[in-house]
């Protein structure tokens, strides 16, 4: 089994930062990617960052210029850095991983999603 610990959610004000982390363990053979993806409220969970295990990033437009995802493939870690935070980038924020386990011989590819984080943006 693998786990997903997000953690670095709070309370900020519009222009402020946070860095968000998630760390997988468990029965892990390797990670093709991981990334973070947010969800307000009435809203459709949608793509924030991701990363491969090479290290290629993809961003939302959204969010492109303020935050950073990074990845430390030795503690099979991500971070997002989250600068110049808007009200509008208000969410929980969910770490989702893919990654090959091995069972019963056979590798194969699993979906993993963390349990979430609120980021606030407000006054």
């Known amino acids: 089994q693998v786990q997903l610990v997000e953690s670095g959610g709070g309370l900020v004000q ?6 968000l982390s998630c760390a997988a363990s468990g029965s892990i053979y390797s990670i093709k990617d991981m990334g973070w993806y947010r969800q307000a409220p009435g809203k459709q969970r949608e793509l924030v960052a991701a990363i491969t295990s090479g290290g290629t990033t993809n ?3 959204s969010v492109k210029g303020r935050f950073t995802i990074s990845g430390d493939n ?15 980038d208000t969410a929980v924020y969910y770490c989702k991983a893919r990654i090959e386990m091995v069972r019963a011989g056979a590798q194969s590819l ?6 979430g984080t609120q980021v606030t943006v407000s006054v």
Do not use: C
């Open 74 to 88: 030795t503690k099979n870690t991500i971070y997002l850095q989250m600068n110049s935070l808007k009200p509008e």
């Open 110 to 115: 699993y979906l993993y999603w963390g349990q």
């Open 14 to 19: 519009p222009g402020g930062s946070l860095r």
């Open 59 to 61: 961003y939302a437009d």
